[in-house]
């Protein structure tokens, strides 16, 4: 069984530019997470989607992130503008059942 | 206060020794909880889940909950370099997203 499979693996940016994130989950889960982990920290979760519908985006950054899943499969993340602080491993997730998350391998994202 | 408290490490430890890893929370209400094992430039792997209180074993790895000290713990016996690791303590009530500890780094040295 194929993974959860994101792209870029790796993204430098400057400060206020823009940047997108791809998500795609393991086939059959309803359910999609994307997290950031800042260096040192556990992740934290940004929003998560049920199908196509919103379940949880009460952490999100509204006024800069904002995230899509189309179709109920596919997912993707952008922020914009860019702030030093966005600099973190941003994971995505799928699952199956709300205990069981199984995680892609990350976007390290570096803002300068 | 963080509603999920993990110390940081770093571990260090001999092959072969008995790793003990924990956790303390504050929210009362979490019922599900769960061990996460994340190599470097990887994302977490699930190890081990268990809902409220005991103990569940899993080959070389137990995890166990006391929800009246509301602190949960995680055993690697026979610990091998291949365990080396940042283990990730997470919980969650039942409706709840999952809120994670900040991770325990461990080196099991050869």
């Not at chain 1, 992740?43 to 199908?51: C, E, H, S």
């Amino acid at each position: 069984e194929a993974g959860v499979a994101q792209s870029p693996r790796y993204k430098i940016i400057e400060k206020r530019q823009s940047v997108a994130f791809w998500c795609n989950p393991i086939s059959g889960h309803a359910t999609l997470y994307w997290y950031q982990q800042i260096l040192g920290q556990g992740p934290k979760l940004l929003i998560q989607f049920q199908n196509n519908g919103v379940v949880d985006d009460s952490q999100l950054p509204k006024d800069r992130f904002s995230a899509e899943r189309l179709k109920g499969v596919d997912s993707t993340l952008k922020i914009q503008p860019a702030k030093l602080e966005d600099s973190a491993v941003y994971l995505c997730a799928s699952s199956p059942r709300p205990y069981e998350q199984y995680f892609g391998p990350g976007t390290r994202l570096t803002v300068t | 206060q963080k509603e999920v408290e993990q110390d940081p490490g770093p571990l260090s430890v001999p092959e072969g020794a008995i790793v003990s890893l924990n956790c303390t929370y504050s929210n009362s209400a979490f019922q599900y909880f769960m061990w996460y094992r994340q190599y470097s430039r990887k994302g977490p792997e699930l190890l081990m889940y268990t809902y409220s209180s005991g103990n569940k074993e899993d080959g070389r790895f137990t995890a166990q909950v006391d929800k009246s000290s509301k602190y949960i713990s995680l055993f690697i016996r026979d610990s091998q370099p291949s365990d080396s690791a940042t283990y990730l303590c997470a919980m969650r009530t039942s409706g709840s997203r999952l809120t994670f500890g900040e991770g325990t780094q461990l080196t099991v040295n050869p």
